[in-house]
């Protein structure tokens, strides 16, 4: 197995529910990402997998448990554990759109405390991976919602992070922008990145993800690859990701 680029013990993340009671939304999930390894979050609708989220790419202070990243512990060394770590939200926003591609990169490299003398070929390199190099001067306004999604991926990519953490890239995007960011998603797969893929698309998971993690109510309730995520949903292994999840989904709903 490859090297660790994550490992995450027990998180807990709770909230104030109504009377004083204690909501528990994440409830003691332990995962961990190796280098050129992608894998997923699966859940209904208020399963934990946003909190989860947002606990290990540092926007929320976890309850309790340990988040370790390349070996750094993301509570004792926030900063230098970020920077291992692109967090890519796509949409249409985050750009400004009367600059360029390469000037937009340029400025969120060094709001990453990327060196002076590296933001250009970090920016170049990024936008060559994305394959946006031959638009590097264009204004972003004038871009496409698939150059768009592939724009705000070089965003992650600027300050050469281990880690990249995708939420939902391909939404809103024509099959063939989906078809070229899975592909881009897979190169960077190939070269190493560990990636944390969120996507309500099952054919996004099915075609990417090495492990699949279950979650509801906070909890895993199981990992595996598509394979054995359809077997233990009871179906045979030539149905879709999507019909499988279907067949699991009550299982997964939040006891209330
Ligand atoms: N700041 C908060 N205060 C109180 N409860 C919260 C807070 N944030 C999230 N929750 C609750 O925690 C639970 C998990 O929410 P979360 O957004 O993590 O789920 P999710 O799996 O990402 O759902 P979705 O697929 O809808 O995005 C939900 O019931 C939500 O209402």
Request: aromatic letters at 8%.
């Amino acid at each position: 197995m490859n090297k660790i680029l994550m490992r995450t013990e027990s998180i807990k993340r709770y909230f104030k529910g109504k009377n004083k009671t204690t909501f528990k939304a994440v409830d003691g999930i332990s995962f961990t990402l190796h280098k050129g390894e992608v894998i997923s979050f699966v859940g209904p609708n208020g399963a934990g997998k946003t909190t989860l989220i947002r606990s290990i790419s540092g926007y929320l202070v976890p309850t309790s448990g340990k988040i370790e990243i390349m070996g750094l512990n993301l509570a004792k060394k926030p900063r230098e554990a970020r920077q291992k770590m692109g967090v890519v939200f796509g949409g249409d926003r985050g750009f400004y759109n009367s600059a360029s591609a390469y000037d937009n990169l340029a400025f969120f490299a060094r709001l990453l405390n990327v060196k002076e003398k590296d933001v250009k070929n970090n920016v170049l390199n990024a936008l060559e991976i994305v394959n946006l190099l031959n638009v590097k001067d264009k204004y972003v306004g004038s871009f496409s919602k698939g150059m768009m999604q592939r724009l705000h991926i070089a965003r992650g990519l600027v300050n050469k992070p281990e880690i990249l953490m995708l939420d939902e890239p391909t939404a809103g995007l024509d099959v063939e922008s989906v078809y070229t960011v899975r592909a881009l998603i897979k190169n960077l797969k190939e070269a190493g990145h560990g990636i944390i893929l969120t996507s309500h698309d099952m054919a996004d998971i099915e075609t990417l993800a090495d492990t699949i993690h279950l979650i509801g109510g906070g909890k895993l309730v199981f990992s595996g690859n598509t394979d054995q995520i359809k077997e233990f949903a009871g179906v045979d292994a030539n149905t879709s990701l999507e019909k499988a999840y279907l067949a699991i989904a009550p299982k997964l709903k939040r006891r209330l």
